[in-house]
């Protein structure tokens, strides 16, 4: 009952939820370079020994050596956190044997989109923590169907390439000018333009109808027209002498 006690009292402080409140109920030890894993029930003795070794970072973190980032981190092991045996809630990285360091550091993230995110801080107690992981059978040689560990970098979002710019044409048409582009509306925006010359239309029609009825009965064309007319009957009212003047 004191074990179990003081594993809630562990798991309440480091902020994980309980088991019996869906929280964390398995985790998942891996060491990638070896090919080796482990797996422990919440109610497993090693369930509660590795979460309290693992500790639990500071707000910010700390900032890990340089060499570090510089392909001296040496192994890596992979502590997966599962609630439900099925959805991870929190990742571990684990480098238990750096070069020219006692330190073991730890990367921890629980943003699982994007596991490159996350906080570095020293194990408080490195001498067991390596211990366990030994005892785990972790610490292996390297197997040839193992592979390096992720080493943990944040994601970074993709270059925006700009667009081409479009090339203008030597040879492209100009804009009309605004001019051109009025007079070539269709007539349906211009109808009403004619309304005033139909009616003006209409009105001489009207007015001079009339008058040219009048000049064409009495005017110089009348008369012009009648003598005319006189003469052609002249004409043929003589027919005789213009028959005598060809036989002479």
């Known amino acids: 009952m004191a074990v179990a006690s003081v594993a809630a009292l562990v798991l309440v402080l480091l902020g994980a939820p309980t088991a019996t409140a869906g929280g964390p109920t398995s985790v998942l030890v891996v060491s990638p370079e ?3 894993a482990r797996a422990f029930y ?3 003795r090693e369930y509660d ?3 309290r070794l693992l500790g639990q970072a500071e707000r910010d973190g700390e900032k890990p050596p340089e060499d570090l980032k510089l392909g001296n981190a040496g192994r890596q ?4 956190w599962m609630a ?3 959805s991870p809630w929190r990742l571990d990285r684990v480098f238990p044997d750096q070069r020219g360091t006692d330190a073991v550091w730890i990367h921890t993230t629980q ?3 994007d596991i490159g995110e996350g906080t570095w801080h020293r194990a408080k ?3 067991e923590l390596r211990t366990l992981v030994k005892k785990l059978g972790l610490m292996g040689k390297a197997s040839p169907q193992g592979a390096g560990g992720i080493f943990p970098e944040p994601a970074t979002a993709p270059e ?3 667009a081409p710019e479009t090339e203008v044409s030597e040879t492209a048409a100009p804009a009309p000018h605004a001019s051109a582009a009025k007079a070539s509306t269709g007539p349906s925006e211009n109808w009403w333009w004619s309304v005033p010359g139909l009616a003006a239309g209409a009105l001489l029609a009207l007015f001079l109808r009339p008058i040219a009825l009048r000049a064409a009965t009495t005017g110089p064309v009348a008369s012009w027209r009648r003598r005319g007319k006189d003469r052609d009957g002249d004409r043929d009212r003589d027919p005789g002498l213009r028959q005598e003047l060809r036989d002479l």
Do not use: F, G, R, W
Request: hydrophobic share 30%; no cysteine; glycine share 0%.
């Open 34 to 36: 070896s090919a080796q």
């Open 111 to 113: 943003t699982m989109s």
């Open 84 to 86: 439900h045996d099925i």
């Open 125 to 127: 107690e490195p001498k």
């Open 49 to 51: 020994e590795l979460m």
């Open 42 to 44: 919440y109610s497993d």
């Open 77 to 80: 092991i992979n502590v997966t």
């Open 160 to 162: 925006e390439t700009a």
